[in-house]
């Protein structure tokens, strides 16, 4: 895929895709969408455990990148990728508070003794045991362990899409994935573990 | 994908599975959807003639007494006015290089008329 004047798309990073969506090429949305839709995807479907409630996060996300183009500035310190994750945070948080499935913060983010998952972890299929592991997380423990272990973002990247420290950051994946290998420490059969 | 057997749970093979996860083709093209009205919408918006400015006030002040040329003149004698009407007289001769007028000084101008009223010694 190329640009109106030629040059390949794919090359290009996503800062300057967005300066070219704004200036109205036709290509730019396409490997725009290619590369950050999954990521946005996931890291709705992940903390909200739900992957219809993932989809609608993840295009609204995506609308107010869309929106976001005309204001975009090319060679600005925001990067796309973690712009995004962080309106996916924030609209998840909202909806998970919304509708009362939120995990209270507070000091309990840094606390290591997450609630068992025994009860959510009935279904079957991996990824539902993941969901309802992560499910056991407080909030930002889990937007924490899902972008460092699932997206791979860096502590930094993190710490600015969730706006906090990269230190809390540290302290959130850490304890995180404690407490996620401890929600499903129990539930090896269903992860089909030790048969 | 291969499980291991062992006691301990493998939370990266998990999260590896989690990584495979995809968005489905309908959602891709609702955003795709979503891109292409945004950026017809910025296009549309773009390409639409600027409205007329409408000219204020003073603008058709100016233009009635000949344009900012004209005030600007207007303005800068009436400074020039202001500024020897502030100023001492004796000021304004140091500035001139000039004598001027005293109101000290008595200058008799009046022409001496008595001789063509008299006839000899008559009045």
Redesign the interface.
């Known amino acids: 895929m190329t640009t109106q004047d030629g040059s390949d798309l794919e090359t290009l990073e996503d800062g300057a895709l967005m300066v070219l ?2 200036n ?1 090429d ?1 290509g730019a ?2 490997v ?2 290619k590369r950050l ?2 990521r946005a ?2 890291h709705a ?2 903390v909200l455990g739900d992957q219809a409630e993932g ?1 609608d996060v ?2 609204e996300a ?2 107010r990148l ?2 976001a ?2 204001d975009w500035q090319a060679d600005g310190a925001a990067k796309p990728a973690t712009w995004l994750h962080k309106v996916v945070a924030n609209l998840a948080i909202d909806r998970l508070r919304k509708s009362g499935r939120s995990v209270e913060l507070g000091d309990d983010d840094f606390a290591d003794d997450a609630p068992t998952a025994d009860a959510q972890l009935q279904d079957a299929g ?2 539902s045991a ?1 969901d309802a592991a992560l499910r056991t997380l407080p909030e930002r423990q889990r937007q924490a362990v899902v972008l460092r ?3 791979g973002l860096s502590n930094p990247e993190i710490a600015e899409a969730l706006e906090i420290g990269v230190e809390a950051v540290e302290s959130l994946t850490a304890r995180g ?1 404690r407490a ?2 401890a929600a ?2 129990g539930q ?1 059969e269903a ?5 | 994908m291969a499980r291991e057997t062992d006691t301990d749970v493998d939370l990266d093979a998990l999260f590896a599975e989690a990584r495979e996860d995809a968005p489905s083709d309908a959602l891709m093209a609702r955003v795709l959807a979503d891109a292409d009205a945004v950026q017809a919408e910025a296009v549309a918006v773009a390409a639409a003639p600027a409205p007329a400015r409408r000219r204020g006030w003073v603008a058709g002040l100016v233009e009635s007494f000949g344009g900012w040329g004209t005030i600007g003149g207007v303005t800068a004698a009436g400074v020039m006015g202001l500024s020897l009407g502030l100023y001492a007289p004796t000021t304004v001769a140091d500035i001139l290089g000039a004598e001027t007028l005293g109101l000290e000084t008595a200058y008799d101008i009046t022409p001496d008329m008595t001789g063509l009223w008299g006839e000899g010694d008559d009045v």
């Open positions: 969506f704004a109205g036709p949305a396409r725009l969408t839709l999954p995807f996931r479907a992940r989809e993840a295009q995506m609308l869309w929106k183009g005309a991996r990824m993941l272990h699932i997206e994935k996620l290998k499903l420490e090896k992860l089909g573990y030790g048969t």
